[in-house]
């Protein structure tokens, strides 16, 4: 309170809102409201030159220090300090600016944030459009924040666009009376809400008919004998008239003229076999067909979903998302990575029926891009017999879960990344095939020591080990008892029975028989851009070199740089070539070379690779090695050409 000429005068200060560190934004529109109340916006935003009128600076001066006074005031404790050192209005303001809003590259950042939530903007079913429209203004408004200008026709385009289904006719009677280039959003709100107020009356009042119409067919089921009828006769809902004077309803009438002009004592029926009535009109016949027309339309819904399960049933991999379900539940226990039997309670079902749950625990799937992922706390129920996915649980396990129309989507939260996206069935439920891990398969087995040396050894035969340990060939190699059965050389080393050997002498120097063989296309390219591999063995030392070729055609350039490689290396000549009949060893450039080289060409017999059985062999063994590498340990073919044969060539 001050006093001025005896008189009491009232000072009032504006509500300040205080920043506490959270929703900049909102808090900086508000201060400019403030400031701009205060005519201060321009010094806060702009700041004053100092070389100025000294009436004028001493005003500014006076100004500027009050809207400082303003901020210091506006801001928590804990953040004061950050404006603590500023002199000025305009300093505090843009230090704040900065350090909760950021410099201009992060509000881009934001900007292209805010952007795509905008652009990916879909209202969910079961939504509100208060809820809805709620979540465009916030973005919308953030964006302005940014100093993006958005234009109220963006906006309401892309609401009119993104509305459920529902609401498809109102979108309609929207764009046909209203000219959306002066629409604004506020109109726009107001009339959605005003929809959204008629279709709930509409849905309310429908779904009252439907309990009425309901009510009232229990009454005609209990006897339907209260409705009309009036007297000592047998009148009523069903105008069945009749001994006596009762009077029923207009049907009823109808029928008793009907029955007075014929005599029905000698008529039997041909449902209960008593006289005095038509099938058409038994008694018996007609409260036996409502019980079991009831019965039947409970028995058909539940045989109409068992019917589809029974399809699909028959696999593990399938399982329904249920948005009523609290946890995962399974029946089939193998499919369990972990069980804990210990944890015992019921769980009601539906169709209010209670089950036993038996235990709880984390279930293994592959999301069919070769990842596992486990599902915790998975309830094992026997008496299931789906597997049922708790759309909740997934939700808490960080997924986001989308249902529109006719496909739900499931999404990971942290990448942004789908992971599925489930079709609805004919019967309205959303079946998710994954491929379920039985427990077997995720145990680590125990690995001897001698498999352990049979697979560091490129998967080697038993005998080739023992003859490695016997002669101490390799420093640290334990004496090897047995290999237990390697599914990698089961599936890399099966082959035919051996040709029949022939006489054939073997070089009794290096160089003198070289035996050459081209492998390939391989299905799938090294990482190098390989499809073929050009082996070289030496026929008395065994020696093999590999080369790898993109084609066939770098098969002549190879051998050149082979030849000149190993003649330079060993001093010696090569002599004889074997190779087989394939088109690279056959080319007339190759013929001259070897004649100018003088080289002895020995080829095989056409489809008889066996008489260049050095060479196949050797083929062989490199492949297998390579392909027990990949199948023991999940590689990608990429890995089986360039990599692993450079490793295992010997």
Same mark, same amino acid.
């Given at each position: 309170?001050? +006093?001025?000429?005896?008189?009491?005068?009232?000072?009032?200060?504006?509500?300040?809102?205080?920043? *506490?560190?959270?929703?900049?934004?909102?808090?900086?529109?508000?201060?400019? +409201?403030?400031?701009?109340?205060?005519?201060?916006?321009?010094?806060?935003?702009?700041?004053?030159?100092?070389?100025?009128?000294?009436?004028?600076?001493?005003?500014?001066?006076?100004?500027?220090?009050?809207?400082? @006074?303003?901020?210091?005031?506006?801001?928590?404790?804990?953040?004061?300090?950050?404006?603590?050192? +500023?002199?000025?209005?305009?300093?505090?303001?843009?230090?704040?600016?900065?350090?909760?809003?950021?410099?201009?590259?992060?509000?881009?950042?934001?900007?292209?944030?805010?952007?795509?939530?905008?652009?990916?903007?879909?209202? *969910?079913?079961?939504?509100?459009?208060?809820? @809805?429209?709620?979540?465009?203004?916030?973005?919308?408004?953030?964006?302005?924040?940014?100093?993006?200008?958005?234009?109220?026709?963006?906006?309401?385009?892309?609401?009119?666009?993104?509305?459920?289904?529902?609401?498809? #006719?109102?979108?309609?009677?929207?764009?046909?009376? *209203?000219?959306?280039?002066?629409?604004?959003?506020?109109?726009?709100?107001?009339?959605?809400?005003?929809?959204?107020?008629?279709?709930?009356?509409?849905?309310?009042?429908?779904? &009252?008919?439907?309990?009425?119409?309901?009510?009232?067919?229990?009454?005609?089921?209990?006897?339907?004998?209260?409705?009309?009828?009036?007297?000592?006769?047998?009148?009523?809902?069903?105008?069945?008239?009749?001994?006596?004077?009762?009077?029923?309803?207009?049907?009823?009438?109808?029928?008793?003229?009907?029955?007075?002009?014929?005599?029905?004592?000698?008529?039997?029926?041909?449902?209960?076999?008593?006289?005095? #009535?038509?099938?058409?009109?038994?008694?018996?016949?007609?409260?036996?067909?409502?019980?079991?027309?009831?019965?039947?339309?409970? &028995?058909?819904?539940?045989?109409?979903?068992?019917?589809?399960?029974?399809?699909?049933?028959?696999?593990?991999?399938?399982? %329904?998302?249920?948005?009523?379900?609290?946890?995962?539940?399974?029946?089939?226990?193998?499919?369990?990575?972990?069980?804990?039997?210990?944890?015992?309670?019921?769980?009601?079902?539906?169709?209010?029926?209670?089950?036993?749950?038996?235990?709880?625990?984390?279930?293994?799937?592959?999301?069919?891009?070769?990842?596992?992922?486990?599902?915790?706390?998975?309830?094992?129920?026997?008496?299931?017999?789906?597997?049922?996915?708790?759309?909740?649980?997934?939700?808490?396990?960080?997924?986001?879960?989308?249902?529109?129309?006719?496909?739900?989507?499931?999404?990971?939260?942290?990448?942004?990344?789908?992971?599925?996206?489930?079709?609805?069935?004919?019967?309205?439920?959303?079946?998710?095939?994954?491929?379920?891990?039985?427990? #077997?398969?995720?145990?680590?087995?125990?690995?001897?020591?001698?498999?352990?040396?049979?697979?560091?050894?490129?998967?080697?035969?038993?005998?080739?080990?023992?003859?490695?340990?016997?002669?101490?060939?390799?420093?640290?190699?334990?004496?090897?008892?047995?290999?237990?059965?390697?599914?990698?050389?089961?599936?890399?080393?099966?082959?035919?029975?051996? %040709?029949?050997?022939?006489?054939?002498?073997?070089?009794?120097?290096?160089?003198?028989?070289? #035996?050459?063989?081209?492998?390939?296309?391989?299905?799938?390219?090294?990482?190098?851009?390989?499809?073929?591999?050009?082996?070289?063995?030496?026929?008395?030392?065994?020696?093999?070199?590999?080369?790898?070729?993109?084609?066939?055609?770098?098969?002549?350039?190879? %051998?050149?740089?082979?030849?000149?490689?190993?003649?330079?290396?060993?001093?010696?000549?090569?002599?004889?070539?074997?190779?087989?009949?394939?088109?690279?060893?056959?080319?007339?450039?190759?013929?001259?070379?070897? &004649?100018?080289?003088?080289?002895?060409?020995?080829?095989?017999?056409?489809?008889?690779?066996?008489?260049?059985?050095?060479?196949?062999?050797?083929?062989?063994?490199?492949?297998?090695?390579?392909?027990?590498?990949?199948?023991?340990?999940?590689?990608?073919?990429?890995?089986?050409?360039?990599?692993?044969?450079?490793?295992?060539?010997?």
């Amino acid at each position: 309170m001050a +006093t001025t000429n005896g008189s009491m005068v009232s000072v009032s200060q504006p509500a300040i809102p205080i920043f *506490k560190g959270e929703c900049y934004e909102f808090w900086s529109i508000k201060m400019k +409201t403030l400031f701009k109340s205060q005519d201060l916006w321009d010094l806060v935003e702009n700041g004053y030159p100092y070389p100025d009128e000294e009436a004028r600076l001493k005003e500014n001066t006076k100004k500027d220090s009050k809207a400082l @006074f303003f901020i210091q005031q506006a801001v928590h404790e804990s953040i004061f300090s950050k404006i603590a050192a +500023t002199t000025t209005a305009k300093e505090a303001w843009t230090t704040l600016k900065t350090a909760f809003q950021g410099s201009s590259k992060v509000i881009t950042v934001k900007l292209q944030s805010l952007r795509r939530d905008f652009e990916t903007l879909h209202m *969910k079913n079961g939504e509100s459009v208060q809820d @809805f429209l709620s979540r465009v203004a916030a973005i919308v408004n953030q964006m302005m924040s940014y100093g993006k200008d958005i234009l109220d026709q963006t906006v309401v385009a892309k609401v009119l666009r993104n509305l459920t289904p529902k609401f498809d #006719h109102v979108v309609a009677a929207i764009e046909e009376s *209203k000219d959306l280039s002066t629409y604004s959003f506020d109109e726009l709100m107001g009339s959605l809400q005003s929809h959204e107020v008629r279709l709930s009356r509409t849905e309310e009042k429908n779904e &009252e008919k439907a309990f009425y119409t309901k009510g009232e067919t229990s009454d005609q089921k209990n006897g339907g004998r209260e409705a009309t009828g009036r007297g000592r006769g047998r009148g009523g809902a069903h105008g069945r008239v009749g001994r006596g004077r009762g009077r029923g309803d207009a049907q009823g009438d109808q029928r008793q003229s009907t029955e007075k002009s014929r005599n029905k004592s000698n008529i039997q029926c041909y449902y209960c076999k008593r006289f005095g #009535h038509v099938q058409a009109e038994c008694w018996k016949k007609e409260r036996q067909e409502k019980q079991a027309n009831y019965v039947e339309q409970e &028995e058909d819904q539940v045989k109409l979903f068992m019917a589809y399960n029974e399809e699909v049933i028959s696999s593990n991999n399938i399982w %329904f998302l249920d948005s009523g379900c609290s946890n995962h539940m399974t029946g089939i226990k193998s499919l369990f990575k972990k069980l804990d039997e210990s944890h015992k309670l019921k769980v009601k079902l539906g169709d209010d029926k209670q089950v036993q749950v038996e235990g709880k625990g984390t279930v293994a799937v592959n999301n069919g891009h070769g990842n596992v992922k486990l599902l915790y706390n998975v309830y094992f129920i026997p008496s299931l017999i789906q597997n049922l996915l708790s759309v909740g649980q997934l939700m808490v396990s960080g997924y986001s879960i989308l249902f529109d129309g006719a496909t739900c989507v499931i999404k990971d939260k942290k990448s942004d990344q789908i992971i599925v996206d489930v079709r609805m069935a004919a019967n309205k439920l959303f079946p998710l095939e994954v491929s379920s891990i039985e427990k #077997h398969a995720l145990v680590v087995k125990e690995t001897s020591e001698s498999n352990l040396w049979h697979l560091r050894y490129g998967h080697l035969n038993v005998k080739g080990l023992k003859l490695l340990s016997k002669k101490e060939m390799v420093f640290g190699l334990p004496k090897i008892d047995s290999v237990n059965v390697c599914e990698g050389c089961i599936y890399g080393k099966q082959s035919k029975k051996p %040709f029949p050997k022939g006489r054939s002498r073997r070089a009794s120097s290096c160089l003198e028989i070289i #035996h050459a063989d081209l492998c390939g296309p391989m299905q799938t390219a090294s990482f190098g851009g390989s499809r073929y591999f050009l082996l070289f063995t030496d026929d008395h030392s065994r020696m093999s070199w590999v080369y790898f070729l993109q084609s066939k055609a770098e098969t002549f350039e190879t %051998f050149k740089k082979f030849k000149a490689f190993v003649e330079k290396q060993s001093g010696k000549c090569i002599k004889v070539l074997r190779t087989d009949r394939g088109g690279e060893f056959l080319s007339n450039d190759f013929k001259v070379f070897c &004649e100018e080289e003088g080289l002895h060409r020995e080829l095989t017999t056409p489809y008889s690779p066996e008489q260049n059985g050095v060479a196949e062999r050797k083929n062989r063994m490199v492949v297998e090695m390579a392909k027990s590498m990949m199948k023991a340990k999940n590689l990608s073919n990429h890995f089986g050409q360039k990599e692993l044969l450079q490793l295992y060539t010997c």
